[in-house]
Protein backbone atom coordinates (compact mmCIF):
# COMPACT_ATOMS: atom_id res chain seq x y z
CA UNK A 1 0.00 0.00 0.00
CA UNK A 2 0.54 3.66 -0.55
CA UNK A 3 0.00 6.61 1.59
CA UNK A 4 0.01 10.39 0.57
CA UNK A 5 -0.03 13.12 3.18
CA UNK A 6 -0.72 16.48 1.80
CA UNK A 7 0.45 19.58 3.65
CA UNK A 8 0.37 23.59 3.04
CA UNK A 9 -3.11 24.74 2.07
CA UNK A 10 -4.79 27.33 3.98
CA UNK A 11 -5.97 30.97 3.50
CA UNK A 12 -4.42 33.85 1.60
CA UNK A 13 -5.16 36.94 -0.29
CA UNK A 14 -5.16 37.43 -3.77
CA UNK A 15 -1.08 37.74 -4.87
CA UNK A 16 -0.29 36.05 -1.95
CA UNK A 17 1.95 32.83 -2.04
CA UNK A 18 1.62 29.28 -1.03
CA UNK A 19 3.38 25.87 -1.19
CA UNK A 20 1.73 22.64 -0.99
CA UNK A 21 4.12 18.92 -0.29
CA UNK A 22 2.86 15.78 -0.70
CA UNK A 23 5.34 13.28 0.84
CA UNK A 24 4.66 9.34 -0.10
CA UNK A 25 5.38 6.17 1.89
CA UNK A 26 4.34 2.55 2.15
CA UNK A 27 5.12 0.21 -1.43
CA UNK A 28 6.60 2.79 -3.52
CA UNK A 29 8.34 0.55 -6.53
CA UNK A 30 8.70 2.71 -9.40
CA UNK A 31 7.22 6.12 -9.95
CA UNK A 32 6.35 7.02 -13.34
CA UNK A 33 5.10 10.51 -12.78
CA UNK A 34 4.01 12.74 -9.99
CA UNK A 35 1.23 15.53 -10.12
CA UNK A 36 -1.12 17.78 -8.37
CA UNK A 37 -4.90 18.20 -9.56
CA UNK A 38 -7.68 20.42 -8.21
CA UNK A 39 -11.17 20.49 -7.73
CA UNK A 40 -13.36 23.62 -7.15
CA UNK A 41 -17.24 23.22 -5.80
CA UNK A 42 -19.32 22.18 -8.61
CA UNK A 43 -16.21 21.74 -10.48
CA UNK A 44 -14.96 18.13 -12.34
CA UNK A 45 -11.14 17.68 -10.98
CA UNK A 46 -8.65 18.93 -13.23
CA UNK A 47 -4.82 18.36 -13.49
CA UNK A 48 -2.63 21.55 -12.16
CA UNK A 49 0.76 20.31 -12.61
CA UNK A 50 2.33 17.18 -13.80
CA UNK A 51 6.40 15.89 -13.23
CA UNK A 52 7.87 12.96 -14.84
CA UNK A 53 10.66 10.81 -13.29
CA UNK A 54 12.48 12.07 -16.03
CA UNK A 55 11.90 16.49 -14.83
CA UNK A 56 9.19 16.44 -18.23
CA UNK A 57 6.62 18.79 -16.63
CA UNK A 58 3.25 20.33 -17.92
CA UNK A 59 0.88 23.11 -16.77
CA UNK A 60 -2.91 24.32 -16.84
CA UNK A 61 -3.11 27.02 -19.10
CA UNK A 62 -4.24 28.71 -16.03
CA UNK A 63 -1.58 28.52 -13.72
CA UNK A 64 1.11 28.92 -16.31
CA UNK A 65 3.73 31.17 -15.07
CA UNK A 66 2.66 31.27 -11.70
CA UNK A 67 2.93 27.74 -10.45
CA UNK A 68 6.23 25.50 -10.08
CA UNK A 69 5.67 21.80 -9.44
CA UNK A 70 9.19 20.22 -8.11
CA UNK A 71 9.56 16.77 -6.63
CA UNK A 72 12.77 15.30 -4.64
CA UNK A 73 13.33 11.84 -5.47
CA UNK A 74 14.83 10.89 -2.40
CA UNK A 75 12.24 11.90 0.00
CA UNK A 76 9.64 10.74 -2.56
CA UNK A 77 8.13 14.48 -2.62
CA UNK A 78 6.01 16.71 -4.88
CA UNK A 79 5.57 20.00 -3.86
CA UNK A 80 3.81 22.94 -5.98
CA UNK A 81 5.09 26.22 -5.66
CA UNK A 82 2.02 28.62 -5.99
CA UNK A 83 2.74 32.47 -6.71
CA UNK A 84 0.09 35.69 -7.55
CA UNK A 85 -2.70 33.32 -6.79
CA UNK A 86 -5.93 33.99 -7.80
CA UNK A 87 -9.68 33.55 -6.03
CA UNK A 88 -10.16 31.03 -9.25
CA UNK A 89 -7.41 29.06 -7.64
CA UNK A 90 -9.36 28.44 -4.83
CA UNK A 91 -10.47 24.35 -4.41
CA UNK A 92 -9.46 21.72 -2.87
CA UNK A 93 -5.95 20.47 -4.26
CA UNK A 94 -5.00 16.88 -4.17
CA UNK A 95 -1.68 15.42 -5.18
CA UNK A 96 -1.36 12.30 -7.48
CA UNK A 97 1.57 9.28 -7.84
CA UNK A 98 1.17 7.11 -11.27
CA UNK A 99 3.25 4.07 -10.25
CA UNK A 100 4.48 1.41 -12.48
CA UNK A 101 4.96 -1.83 -12.21
CA UNK A 102 6.72 -4.68 -14.81
CA UNK A 103 4.94 -8.21 -14.63
CA UNK A 104 5.60 -10.99 -17.59
CA UNK A 105 6.74 -8.35 -19.95
CA UNK A 106 4.07 -5.99 -19.55
CA UNK A 107 3.23 -2.42 -17.51
CA UNK A 108 1.39 -1.47 -15.45
CA UNK A 109 -0.26 1.82 -14.12
CA UNK A 110 -1.49 2.60 -10.52
CA UNK A 111 -2.63 5.80 -9.55
CA UNK A 112 -2.41 6.78 -5.95
CA UNK A 113 -4.04 10.26 -3.97
CA UNK A 114 -3.68 12.59 -1.55
CA UNK A 115 -6.53 13.45 0.95
CA UNK A 116 -6.96 16.68 -0.33
CA UNK A 117 -5.91 19.84 0.78
CA UNK A 118 -7.80 23.53 0.91
CA UNK A 119 -6.39 26.02 -0.51
CA UNK A 120 -8.43 29.28 -0.42
CA UNK A 121 -7.74 32.74 -1.95
CA UNK A 122 -9.22 35.82 -0.96
CA UNK A 123 -10.20 38.90 -3.34
Known amino acids: QVQLVESGGGLVQAGGSLRLSCAAS????????MGWYRQAPGKQRELVAR???????NYADSVKGRFTISRDNVKNTVYLQMNRLKPEDTAVYYC?????????????????WGQGTQVTVSS
Open 26 to 33: GSIFSINA
Open 51 to 57: ITTGGNT
Open 96 to 112: NFNLKAVFSGSYYYTDY
